[in-house]
């Protein structure tokens, strides 16, 4: 008899030790996976984000890379807002990289300000570390299309985020009107001029395409890059056309 049938308690997860870096661009993939020094991949880039601060007329801009921590079973939800595309990465390798997770806050939320006088603005600049991982709960998320914006209202919390910081000492607190003037701003504040954050091979745990097209210019990527390690990248991949049936 197999004395380890049954043994594995039966819970279901709400989180993981990878963290997924999603994105709706088959070309952002290949080039996180471009071949770097060593064994190691391109990895990520930072880019400018801003994030609203919760009960307040009040928001940063920041370098940031963000990951989430969610299970595969819980993906489906995630890419109808970023994308079918993304890397999964040991969250040990992350932590050892700055990953850390967000601070979630809402407009009750006790010990910061919520409202938008100059003296909460000088709160949330002297502490950069905390106010570049602050995070609404609930809010919306802005969206363009061919120059034209919508929202969505998005439960935050559910992501679990997790992000990489650079450049915090150039973080900028703003107040606001509408988030037209947020995006407006981001679009003329220079760019980020970070390096990319390099990965080791070993640390990718799942490769995740949208579909099932994708996998020969995969291929076809993995052969020209690594072609000693073409087997190793091609057991990491998911095929998220197939596998979101079983979601």
């Excluded at 994030?51 to 993906?75: H, N, Q, R, W």
């Excluded at 996998?215 to 076809?220: D, G, T």
Aim: proline content about 4%; charged content about 20%; aromatic content about 14%.
């Amino acid at each position: 008899m197999n004395s380890t049938i049954g043994s594995y308690p039966e819970r279901t997860n709400i989180s993981s030790q990878t963290l997924f870096h999603f994105t709706s661009s088959y070309n952002v993939i290949e080039k996180i996976l471009s071949p770097s020094s060593g064994q190691k991949i391109s990895g990520f880039k930072f880019s400018k984000i801003y994030e609203k601060i919760a009960g307040t007329k009040l928001a940063y801009f920041v370098d940031s890379i963000s990951f989430c921590d969610i299970p595969l079973s819980m993906v489906k939800n995630h890419v109808n807002w970023y994308g079918a595309y993304a890397i999964g990465i040991k969250r040990s390798a992350l932590k050892i990289l700055g990953a850390s997770p967000v601070f979630y806050s809402h407009s009750k939320t006790d010990r910061i300000p919520h409202n938008s006088n100059s003296n909460s603005i000088e709160f949330f600049k002297s502490s950069p570390w905390f106010t570049s991982r602050l995070k609404q709960v609930y809010g919306k998320q802005v969206f363009e299309n061919d120059g034209e914006l919508y929202f969505k209202n998005r439960k935050f919390y559910n992501e679990r985020e997790w992000r990489i910081v650079g450049n915090i000492e150039q973080m900028e607190v703003v107040s606001y009107k509408n988030e037209s003037e947020l995006i407006q701003y981001r679009k003329q504040i220079a760019p980020s001029y970070l390096p990319n954050v390099e990965v080791a091979i070993d640390d990718i745990e799942y490769i995740i395409l949208e579909k099932s097209t994708d996998l020969p210019n995969f291929v076809s990527f993995v052969s020209t890059h690594y072609p000693t390690l073409q087997n190793e990248f091609l057991t990491k991949v998911l095929l998220y056309d197939k596998l979101k049936n079983d979601l």
